[in-house]
C-alpha cells in the first residue's frame, strides 16, 4: 500500500472540511478524488504531504506516518499544488535546477523521468516562468514535482484553468508516469478526466460517496437513464422538472439527463407530456450512465 | 551546503530580478544620505531679516552691518514704522525683525543702557530661538569688541566648548542616525516582505514539502542581505567620510564589527514579522510602523531622548536602534573603543538572541 488513509476528520471551526475519510492507495495506482469545490480535496491533500495536523484519525504515506515522519515524507513526495507556485521571475531552467538542488539531485540524473514532460518546455527554457501559457506552467511544474524521482505525487487539481488540449496531454503524462511505478494521487473537479483514473473516490462536503473503479461506479448506476432533446433547452429542464413522475433532471452537455421514479417507465407517455408543454423537436432515448450522473444521483441531498 | 548555495543564488537572482527592491536597496541609501547631508538640516543660513531702526546713528549702523556680515542672516528690508512689524511678518518674507529704539547710541553711553527689541515668528519655534540666540551672541560679541561697558566687578564667564562637533554640523548627527535607518529597513523590512511573499505566491508551501530544513530556508533568505547590508554600510560610511568629511574617529573594524551585529539583530526583527504577516502588505506596513517609526523617533536619532516624557524613554530602551546609534556615534564622533561601548554592544547582542528564539519558537514546520 502506497497511501493509507484511516478515519481523517479535520474542521476548521464549525465547518467539517473531512469527516471520516479513509481509503487506500495501491503501489503504481493512479488515484482520482472527483469533487466540486469545496469538497476537502485540498484539505485532504495538504493532510497527506504533513502541511497539516488532522483533528483525528491516521494516515501512512510511503509507509511514513503524516504525522510523525514529517522529514521522511517531505524526501519522498512530490507535491504540486492547485494554484501555480513557481518561482515566477526565475526562468524555466532556472526553477528545475532550484528544485533538484534543494532535493539534492541534478537534473541530468533523473532527466529519463522528466524527459517526456520537459522535451515540450525545453524551448522555451529562457523563459521566466511567469510568462509561460497554462498548459506550459502546469509541464513545469510537473517536472519539477517530478525531478527527485518521488515515490508517490500529489497533483491538487491539475488541470483546472488548463485548456482541452492540454489537459489531455497532461493525464497521458500521467498514464506513463505510473508506468514508471510512481504511485499518483490526483484530483480535478472534471467528471470526464475521473475515467481516466485507476480508481475513483467520490467526494463532497469533506465525505467520501463512494470509492471504485470508473467502470464499476458507471455499473452500480441504480436505474435507466435517458437523455431528452428538444428546441427549447430551457423550457424543456422547466417542463421536465414539472412532471410529477421524474427523479432527476440535469442537463447535460445539448441533452437532459432524465431519470423517472417508476421502474415501468413509457417515454410515449413522456412525449405526450412535453408536446402539450409546446416542445418540439422532442428526441428521447435511452443512454449509458456517466460518473456524472452516478455523481449527482449520490450527491441528492 | 549545495542544497543551501542553490537557495542563495535563488534568492540572489529574485533581488537583482526586482527593480522596486533593487532600488530601495541601493536607491535609497544614497538618497536618504544625500537628503539628511544637504537638505534637511537643523543649523540656519541666510535667515531673512528685517531692521527698524528709530536711531539712524553710528552704533546701530555698526551692530547691522555686524549682522549683515554673518553668514546666518541676510537683511531683506528696512522699516520706516512700528506699523509695518505685523504686515511684514504676515507676508512671511521675514523670519525676524530687530528695532532698534529711538537714540539708541546716545542711550548706550549715557545711561548706559540701550535696547533693542528681537521680535521673531515662532510658528517654527527652533528656527525662532535659534535666530534670537544668534542675534544675542553677535550683540554680545560687538558690545565686547567695543568694551563701551564697564565690566561689572563681578562676573561669571561662561566659556563654551563645543567638543566632538565644535562646529555643530547637523550631519555628524544625522549620520549615524541614517545609517541605522538604512540598515533596519534592507535588513528586516526586506527580509520580511521575501519571505511573505514565498507564503503569498505559494511556494512556501513547496518549500515546506521538501527536505530543506526550516533553518536552511530562514539562512538562505537572510544571507544575501547580510551582504547587501554590509555594501550599504560601507557606502553610508564612505560617502559620509568623503562628502560631508565626518571624521570616523574610532576603529573602523570595530564599527564593522558592530554594524553586522546591528544587520542581524534587524535580520532577525525581519524573520520575526514575517512569522507573523500573512502578504507582503503586511510584512511591509509592520517594518514601517513597527520598527521604522520609533527608529526615526525614539531612537535619539532626531530627538533627544533625554527630553522625552519617562514613559517615552522607556520605551526607546527596547528600541534597539538606539543603542546602535549610541555606538555609532561613539566610535565614529567620540573615537572611543569597545570598552566604553560593551554595554551597548551587550544589550543589542541580548535582543538579537531573543528575537531569534522567538522567531524560532514561532516559525512554522506546516501550513498552521
Known amino acids: ?301 | 551546503m549545495k542544497r543551501f548555495t542553490g537557495f542563495v543564488l535563488k534568492e540572489f537572482r529574485h533581488i537583482f530580478r526586482d527593480r522596486r527592491s533593487l532600488f530601495i536597496l541601493f536607491g535609497m541609501p544614497v538618497a536618504q544620505i544625500m537628503l539628511f547631508g544637504f537638505a534637511i538640516t537643523n543649523e540656519i543660513n541666510n535667515v531673512d531679516l528685517a531692521i527698524l531702526d528709530r536711531s539712524k546713528d553710528d552704533t546701530t549702523k555698526e551692530i547691522i552691518n555686524k549682522i549683515a556680515a554673518s553668514e546666518y542672516f541676510s537683511i531683506e528690508q528696512f522699516l520706516d514704522s512700528e506699523s509695518e512689524i505685523a504686515p511684514v511678518f504676515r507676508k512671511g518674507k521675514v523670519k525676524a525683525v530687530l528695532y532698534f529704539e529711538p537714540d539708541f547710541g546716545k542711550k548706550l553711553i549715557q545711561p548706559g543702557r540701550a535696547k533693542i527689541q528681537v521680535v521673531t515668528d515662532a510658528t517654527d519655534p527652533n528656527v525662532a530661538s535659534t535666530v534670537s540666540n544668534y542675534i544675542a551672541s553677535i550683540l554680545q560679541s560687538y558690545q565686547q569688541e567695543t568694551r563701551r561697558v564697564v565690566e561689572p566687578e563681578y562676573q561669571v564667564v561662561s566659556e563654551v566648548r563645543m567638543l566632538y562637533n565644535p562646529e555643530l554640523k547637523s550631519v555628524y548627527m544625522f549620520v549615524p542616525g541614517v545609517m541605522t535607518v538604512i540598515l533596519m529597513l534592507v535588513s528586516a523590512m526586506m527580509t520580511s516582505i521575501s519571505i511573505t511573499r514565498e507564503k503569498e505566491q505559494g511556494t512556501m508551501e513547496i518549500l515546506l514539502v521538501s527536505p530543506l530544513k526550516p533553518l536552511q530556508v530562514i539562512l538562505g533568505k537572510v544571507f544575501p542581505y547580510v551582504f547587501l547590508s554590509i555594501t550599504n554600510a560601507v557606502v553610508i560610511v564612505v560617502l559620509s567620510i568623503f562628502v560631508f568629511g565626518v571624521p570616523v574617529n574610532g576603529s573602523l573594524f570595530l564599527l564593522a564589527l558592530e554594524s553586522i551585529l546591528f544587520i542581524v539583530t534587524s535580520l532577525a526583527l525581519g524573520i520575526l514579522i514575517s512569522t507573523i504577516s500573512a502578504t507582503q502588505q503586511t510584512a511591509m506596513m509592520v517594518s514601517l510602523m513597527g520598527l521604522m517609526l520609533p527608529v526615526i523617533l525614539l531612537s535619539g536619532f532626531i530627538f533627544p531622548i533625554s527630553s522625552m516624557p519617562l514613559p517615552l524613554q522607556l520605551i526607546s530602551h527596547i528600541v534597539p536602534a538606539k543603542w546602535f546609534i549610541v555606538i555609532v556615534k561613539g566610535i565614529m564622533l567620540k573615537g572611543v573603543g569597545f570598552a566604553y561601548l560593551w554595554k551597548e554592544t551587550l544589550i543589542l547582542a541580548g535582543m538579537t538572541l531573543f528575537f531569534i528564539g522567538l522567531s524560532a519558537k514561532k516559525y512554522k514546520i506546516r501550513l498552521e
Open chain 1, 1 to 301: 500500500m502506497s497511501i493509507q488513509v484511516h478515519e481523517i476528520y479535520k474542521s476548521y471551526g464549525q465547518v467539517n472540511a473531512l469527516d471520516n475519510i479513509s481509503f487506500e492507495v495501491k503501489s503504481g495506482e493512479l488515484f482520482g478524488l472527483i469533487g466540486p469545490d469545496g469538497a476537502g480535496k485540498t484539505t485532504l491533500f495538504r493532510i497527506l504531504t504533513t502541511l497539516l495536523l488532522p483533528d483525528r484519525g491516521n494516515a501512512r504515506v510511503a509507509g511514513y506516518d503524516v504525522v510523525r515522519d514529517l522529514n521522511a515524507i517531505r524526501r519522498h513526495v512530490g507535491y504540486m499544488p492547485g494554484r501555480f507556485s513557481l518561482y515566477q521571475d526565475l526562468t524555466v531552467e532556472e526553477n528545475l535546477e532550484f528544485f533538484a538542488t534543494i532535493f539534492g539531485t541534478t537534473i541530468a540524473e533523473n532527466y529519463d523521468l522528466i524527459k517526456d514532460i520537459y522535451v515540450q518546455i525545453e524551448p522555451f527554457k529562457d523563459r521566466r516562468a511567469g510568462k509561460l501559457s497554462g498548459g506550459m506552467k502546469q509541464k513545469l511544474a510537473l517536472s519539477c514535482a517530478l525531478i527527485h524521482r518521488p515515490k508517490v505525487l500529489f497533483l491538487d487539481e491539475p488541470t483546472t484553468g488548463v485548456d482541452p488540449v492540454s489537459r489531455k496531454e497532461f493525464w497521458e503524462m500521467l498514464k506513463r508516469l505510473q508506468e514508471k511505478d510512481i504511485t499518483i494521487l490526483v484530483s480535478t473537479p472534471y467528471m470526464d478526466e475521473a475515467a481516466l483514473c485507476d480508481q475513483i473516490a467520490l467526494m463532497q462536503d469533506g465525505k467520501i460517496l463512494e470509492i471504485d473503479t470508473p467502470e464499476a461506479i458507471v455499473r452500480h448506476y441504480p436505474k435507466p437513464i435517458y437523455k431528452v432533446g428538444a428546441h427549447d433547452m430551457y423550457l424543456l429542464i422547466e417542463t421536465l422538472k414539472a412532471y410529477p413522475h421524474r427523479h432527476s433532471v440535469y442537463p447535460f452537455g445539448e441533452y437532459v439527463h432524465y431519470t423517472d421514479t417508476r421502474m415501468d417507465f413509457d417515454s410515449g407517455e413522456l412525449q405526450t407530456f412535453l408536446e402539450a408543454h409546446n416542445l418540439s423537436e422532442i428526441h428521447i432515448e435511452e443512454t449509458a450512465p456517466t460518473i456524472e450522473d452516478t455523481f449527482m444521483e449520490l450527491a441528492k441531498p
